[in-house]
């Protein structure tokens, strides 16, 4: 049963991937295709490889703060085990939504022996901070572009659905949380120890004493991201000129498409053609805009993963032995 679930777990994202990819491609003409091989042809990389840039220093200060609320639970992390935990987490959650996470307090726990609970509980408390970053991103590009904004999200989401969806969810959530913390079952009271060290970890962020530089380090990832995309409109000109209000809507729907599915693939092309149809970019140009930008990240993803995959145990071998 549980190999049955990890099969899943994998192929669900993929196959919805493989779907979208071809649903896209089957809207366009052979003359098309070629159309959109040519743009890779003649992209400008400089700007391709800016845009790789920025988004590795993102990557960077994401490591670097993360030691941030490991140093105030009391552990001490190692820079470059934190940023290939980081590029290793990335990797697997092109397999796994949301896998990295876990991936990444297993590997402090095993080179620098962070409980799994807490670590993870600190990269909980990241996430929730990342999360408010991105709604204040959703908040500004709403301002700049409300009406494009909300047009495009009324037409690709179901709203109803969603509500069902959260409903059942809601009432899922508060009939587990009541077994969880007043049942004397062994398992819930082992998800209660467990809880307790995510909550430690989760709240450290809150409480540290070097609050205002991990909240810098927050505005640099951010701002990293950002630029990761501004750079990457600018190796094609067709989409080199567009303006700052649609370059923080295109960001943000290409934020949202890679937070809801393994890395974005086949829905951040999709979606991104999408948007930047609305302001006059073909959808050739737009798709093939979103393939560029998403398969140059996506490689450096999985070179910078599977080279830290191999250099993890080498540089922490006396820790091993």
Do not use: C
Not at 38 to 63: C, E, N, P, Q
Request: aromatic content about 16%; charged content about 10%.
């Amino acid at each position: 049963m549980k190999v049955f679930k990890k099969i899943l777990n994998i192929s669900l994202p993929l196959l919805l991937g493989v779907f979208l990819v071809y649903y896209a491609y089957n809207q366009f003409t052979p003359a098309q295709i070629t159309e959109m091989k040519s743009y890779f042809v003649s992209a400008d990389y400089f700007y391709i490889g800016l845009s790789v840039l920025f988004m590795k220093i993102s990557h960077a200060s994401r490591a670097y703060r993360w030691k941030y609320s490991l140093q105030y639970l009391g552990y001490q992390s190692n820079f470059w085990n934190n940023f290939m935990a980081i590029a290793v987490g990335y990797l697997l959650n092109l397999t796994i939504p949301r896998s990295g996470e876990l991936s990444r307090a297993a590997v402090l726990q095993k080179y620098d022996n962070i409980p799994f609970d807490k670590g993870f509980g600190t990269i909980i408390a990241e996430r929730l901070i990342d999360l408010l970053f991105l709604l204040l991103f959703v908040a500004t590009a709403l301002l700049l572009q409300y009406k494009q904004l909300m047009g495009f999200i009324t037409q690709q989401i179901p709203v109803k659905q969603l509500v069902i969806i959260g409903g059942v969810f809601t009432i899922t959530a508060i009939v587990g949380l009541y077994l969880l913390y007043t049942s004397d079952w062994k398992v819930f009271v082992f998800i209660r120890k467990k809880i307790t060290g995510l909550v430690e970890g989760v709240l450290s962020i809150f409480k540290m004493p070097h609050r205002i530089p991990f909240l810098i380090h927050t505005l640099i990832i951010w701002i990293g991201f950002v630029l990761t995309f501004y750079f990457g409109t600018k190796a094609l000109p067709e989409t080199s000129e567009i303006s700052l209000g649609v370059t923080m809507v295109a960001f943000v729907v290409g934020s949202l498409a890679i937070s809801f599915t393994n890395g974005g693939f086949g829905a951040f092309p999709l979606l991104i053609a999408k948007i930047l149809a609305l302001y006059g970019i073909s959808l050739t140009a737009g798709t093939a805009f979103g393939w560029l930008l998403w398969t140059t990240q996506t490689a450096s993803i999985v070179v910078l993963g599977g080279l830290s995959f191999l250099l993890l145990p080498i540089l922490n071998k006396e820790k091993l032995s």
